[in-house]
């Protein structure tokens, strides 16, 4: 099946630093979403990308699809404490919106 | 709305018990999935199901059962538990929209000895 490799699997940032992690597929993806998931909480939706190099901000967050759509990066610009967790990317590959997540990046923000 | 729920939400089995865990959403979703999470390796699709009456394999199935009488309801059955099973479940419904966002419940944390 298809898979999704996501990097690094930890970071450990200072307060106040930028933080990336990166998804990337051998295949190209019809879409590309990205969860959030706090220390014993359940994984949040954070955005959906479709279409080629296309580009999203929430606040700190900028989220990008590769121009080949077979890779997307998460960037958190000046992290706080509010970011801890683990940043999932997943794409949806068959019918029915059958998911498949990438291993996830764990950040962790010291301050 | 409640969104989804998941009960228990801890649970401790010993190996060869059968239990069977419970999701319902109250969003009208078609799309409901059964997940687990192990460390290091993200989350793994078990079943899923498309609508009432319909459910499939993902990519873990082995030793889970699950139906899908309701809309509302997606419950998952471990058969006989073992310790591989050892793991932290987590149920999904979505909608049909453009937007593929999948609602996640709180999670069962499960340990089987």
């Known amino acids: 099946g298809q898979q999704v490799m996501q990097i690094p699997q930890y970071q450990h940032v200072q307060e106040g630093e930028d933080f990336t992690t990166y998804c990337n597929s051998s295949?190209?993806?019809?879409?590309i979403q990205w969860y959030k998931q706090r220390p014993g909480g359940h994984p949040v939706f954070l955005i959906q990308l479709v279409k080629s190099g296309e580009v999203k901000k929430q606040k700190r967050l900028t989220f990008q699809f590769g121009e080949a759509k077979k890779n997307s990066s998460l960037h958190i610009t000046a992290t706080q404490t509010t970011d801890v967790g683990t940043y999932f990317c997943a794409t949806v590959t068959g019918g029915g919106n059958k998911l498949t997540f990438g291993t996830g990046t764990q950040l962790k923000v010291e301050l | 709305n409640a969104g989804v729920t998941q009960t228990p939400k801890f649970q401790v089995l010993k190996t060869g018990q059968s239990m069977t865990l419970q999701c319902a959403q109250d969003?009208?979703?078609?799309?409901m999935s059964w997940y687990r999470q192990d460390p290091g390796m993200g989350l793994r699709l078990i079943h899923y199901s498309v609508g009432a009456g319909i459910t499939d394999q993902g990519e873990v199935p082995n030793g889970y059962n699950v139906s899908r009488s309701t809309t509302e309801d997606f419950p998952l059955r471990l058969l006989s538990a073992a310790p591989s099973q050892t793991s932290v479940y987590f149920c999904a419904s979505s909608g049909t929209g453009a937007i593929n966002e999948q609602f996640f419940g709180p999670g069962t944390r499960l340990t089987v000895l």
């Open positions: 295949t190209t993806l019809s879409n």
């Open positions: 969003m009208n979703h078609e799309y």
